[in-house]
Nanobody, 117 residues
Framework: QVQLVESGGGLVQAGGSLRLSCAAS????????MGWYRQAPGKQRELVAT???????NYADFVKGRFIISRNNAENTVYLQMNSLEPDDTAVYYC???????????WGKGTLVTVSS
């Protein structure tokens, strides 16, 4: 099993910054991809950014140039630096780990990010 624990959410004014962290523990082995998804009220969960264990990144178009994803493989932690936040970024942000060897996805419980105008 894999456990994911997010932290770093909160309330911020438009134009501000937040840094999310996600610590993974448990049966983490093999090639995996970690990332962040978000779900706003009344909307479907959507991809924000992912990063492979080799460091390859992928971003949703709406965050390019504003958010940066990074990871520390030694500590099994992934980060999301969010800059120039907008009210539309308000959502619950979920950490995700995809483990290739078992084709399995794991999710954290989510952390709320609220951006006020």
């Amino acid at each position: 099993q894999v456990q994911l624990v997010e932290s770093g959410g909160g309330l911020v004014q438009a134009g501000g910054s937040l840094r999310l962290s996600c610590a993974a523990s448990g049966s983490i082995f093999g090639i995996n991809r970690m990332g962040w998804y978000r779900q706003a009220p009344g909307k479907q969960r959507e991809l924000v950014a992912t990063i492979t264990s080799g460091g390859r990144t992928n971003y949703a178009d709406f965050v390019k140039g504003r958010f940066i994803i990074s990871r520390n493989n030694a500590e099994n932690t992934v980060y999301l630096q969010m800059n120039s936040l907008e009210p539309d970024d308000t959502a619950v942000y979920y950490c995700n780990l995809y483990r290739q060897i078992s084709d399995a996805n794991y999710w954290g419980k989510g952390t709320l990010v609220t951006v006020s105008s």
